[in-house]
C-alpha cells in the first residue's frame, strides 16, 4: 500500500473518507494484565541510624589507627610525605626500643626526636631496668623524736616515731653517707635506716642546713653485714640545671612508712619559688607522686641520675599531681661540706653545753619587716656566762653556728646538742652598724647549765 501523506492545511472531508475507506481496522489487542510485586519501603528513621553506625565505625577504625602510628612514630601522620618515611621511622623507634637502658637509647639515636620519644615509652611503659639500678642506693628512715611541751605551768616530754626516705650518696673510711631533708631527722634521739635487704641500723646526723632543708647522716660501716655491704650501692647524682619541662621522672621513696614505693610523670616546671617554714626554696615541680614518707626520696630521670631530693613538707592535700623536690645541683656544695664535718652524737643533759643567753626566731616575715638578717636574736646575756665572756651583744643575730645555719630558735637548740660544755664552737652573728648589719664570727667556750646566772 503506498503511502499517503496528508496535509493538514489541505485536509477535505472527501479526502479523509476516501483514505479511511482504503484502511483496514484492526482492533487493539488488549493488553495482559500482570501484578507487581511491591517492596517492602525501609523506614527512614532505621536508614538513618544505619549510616551513624556505619560512619561511627569508620571513623573509629580511622581514630585507632591515626592514633596507632602517632604512639609508634612520636609524630602526626599529617606531616608525613609518604609511606617511606613512616616506615623509616617505625623500624628506627622499634630499634631503639630494644636498647632502652640506662643510657643505650642515647648512645644508639642521632635523631633527637624519636630519642626523646623512645624515652617517653621507657619512662611510661616500663621503668624496671632504671629501678633494679637505683634501688639499692635507696633507704628507709624512722626518726624517734622528743619535743617538749608545757602543761599547767610544767614542762613534759614526748617522744613520736615518723617515717621518711633517704639516698646512698658517698662513703668515707668509716661510714657510708646518706642525704635526707632536715625535717625527716629534726629533733632526733635515735635513727634508724633499711636497706634494701630490710636490714635496719642505727645511723647518726653528721650536719644539717635547716635553710634548704638538706641533712647528711651516717651509718658506721662496721655496723653492716657482709650481705648488706653486698646489696647496697652508691647513687649517681645528676645536673638539674639541665633538666627540661616535659621530659620523664621517676620518684622513690617510703611512701607512709610501708616501704619504698615507685612513682612515674614528668618534670612539671622549673624553678618553683615555695615558701617554707622560715625559707624560700626555688624547687622542681613534678607529676610523680610524693606523699608523706617520700621526704628525702629521689626523684630521679630517666638515666638513673638523681636530680631531685623530694620534699613531701610542702604538697597540698587539696592538690594532685603537683609534687616538689629540691633541685640537686642546688644544694650539692652543701650536701659535700656536710659529708666532710665530724660525725657528732647528741650528749646527756647534763653534759649540754650552753651559750648563756635568750633570743626569739627572726623568720623571713620579720626580716622583711625590720630589716634584720634571718637567725636568733639575743635578747638577754646570762652574767659570767659563754656568750658574755666571748663578746657576744644583746641584739646580734646568730645565723650560724660551726657552719651549720641557724633559722630559728628551736635549731639553735638542737644543734648545740650535740656539743658538751667546755667544747669550743664558732658562732657566726650579724652585728648591727651605722653602715647596716656585718657579718663576724666568734670563738664560743661553752658553758654548763650550772655557770649559767642572771
Known amino acids: 500500500m503506498e503511502e499517503q501523506n496528508i496535509n493538514s492545511e489541505n485536509v477535505t472531508r472527501e479526502s479523509v473518507e476516501q483514505v479511511t475507506s482504503q484502511a483496514v481496522y484492526t482492533a487493539p489487542e488488549r493488553p495482559v494484565y500482570t501484578p507487581v510485586k511491591k517492596e517492602k519501603k525501609t523506614p527512614a528513621a532505621f536508614k538513618i541510624m544505619l549510616g551513624a553506625i556505619i560512619g561511627l565505625c569508620f571513623g573509629l577504625c580511622f581514630g585507632i589507627g591515626l592514633y596507632t602510628v602517632n604512639e609508634v612514630t612520636g609524630r602526626s601522620i599529617i606531616s608525613f610525605g609518604n609511606d617511606e618515611e613512616i616506615k623509616k621511622l617505625e623500624d628506627k623507634v622499634n630499634e631503639l626500643q630494644k636498647q632502652v637502658g640506662t643510657q643505650a637509647i642515647i648512645a644508639n639515636s642521632s635523631d633527637d626526636n624519636v630519642t626523646a620519644h623512645a624515652e617517653n615509652v621507657a619512662i611510661v611503659s616500663d621503668v624496671t631496668k632504671v629501678v633494679d639500678i637505683v ?76 635553710s634548704v632543708d638538706i641533712a647528711v647522716i651516717a651509718v658506721k660501716k662496721e655496723d653492716l653485714s657482709d650481705e648488706t655491704n653486698k646489696a647496697i650501692a652508691i647513687a649517681a647524682l645528676g645536673d638539674s640545671d639541665s633538666l627540661k619541662i616535659g621530659e620523664p621522672a621517676i620518684a622513690i621513696g617510703n611512701a607512709l612508712g610501708y616501704g619504698q614505693s615507685v612513682t612515674t610523670g614528668v618534670i612539671s616546671a622549673l624553678n618553683r619559688d615555695i615558701n617554707m617554714e622560715n625559707s624560700s626554696s626555688s624547687l622542681i615541680q613534678t607529676s610523680a607522686a610524693i606523699n608523706p614518707g617520700n621526704s628525702g626520696g629521689a626523684l630521679l630521670n630517666i638515666r638513673g641520675e638523681v636530680v631531685g631530693i623530694n620534699s613531701s613538707k610542702i604538697a597540698s592535700a587539696q592538690i594532685e599531681g603537683m609534687g616538689y623536690a629540691i633541685p640537686i645541683t642546688q644544694v ?108 663576724l664570727e666568734v670563738d664560743v667556750t661553752l658553758s654548763v647549765k650550772s655557770d649559767l646566772k642572771d
Open 135 to 210: 634501688m639499692p642506693s635507696m633507704v628507709s628512715v624512722t626518726n624517734t623524736s622528743e619535743e617538749t611541751y608545757s602543761y599547767w605551768g610544767r614542762q613534759y616530754k614526748q617522744e613520736s616515731q615518723s617515717s621518711g626516705s633517704g639516698i646512698i650518696i658517698g662513703e668515707n673510711d668509716d661510714e657510708y653517707l646518706l642525704v635526707t631533708n632536715y625535717h625527716v631527722v629534726e629533733n632526733t634521739i635515735g635513727l634508724a635506716v633499711q636497706f634494701i635487704d630490710q636490714s635496719e641500723y642505727p645511723a647518726y646526723v653528721k650536719g644539717f642546713d635547716s
Open 332 to 439: 650539692r656544695g652543701i650536701i659535700e661540706d656536710l659529708s666532710n664535718r665530724e660525725t657528732r652524737f647528741k650528749v646527756n643533759d647534763d653534759e649540754k653545753g650552753y651559750i648563756g643567753i635568750q633570743g626569739t626566731t627572726i623568720d623571713s616575715d620579720a626580716s622583711l619587716t625590720y630589716g634584720m638578717p634571718q637567725g636568733v636574736l639575743i635578747t638577754k646575756i646570762y652574767a659570767d656566762s659563754a656568750a658574755a665572756k666571748a663578746g657576744l651583744n644583746y641584739g646580734d643575730v646568730i645565723t650560724k653556728v660551726d657552719g651549720q645555719s641557724i633559722s630559728t630558735i628551736e635549731m639553735l637548740q638542737e644543734t648545740l646538742s650535740y656539743y658538751k660544755g667546755g667544747d669550743t664552737v664558732k658562732i657566726t652573728v650579724s652585728r648591727s652598724s651605722t653602715t647596716g648589719y656585718e657579718e
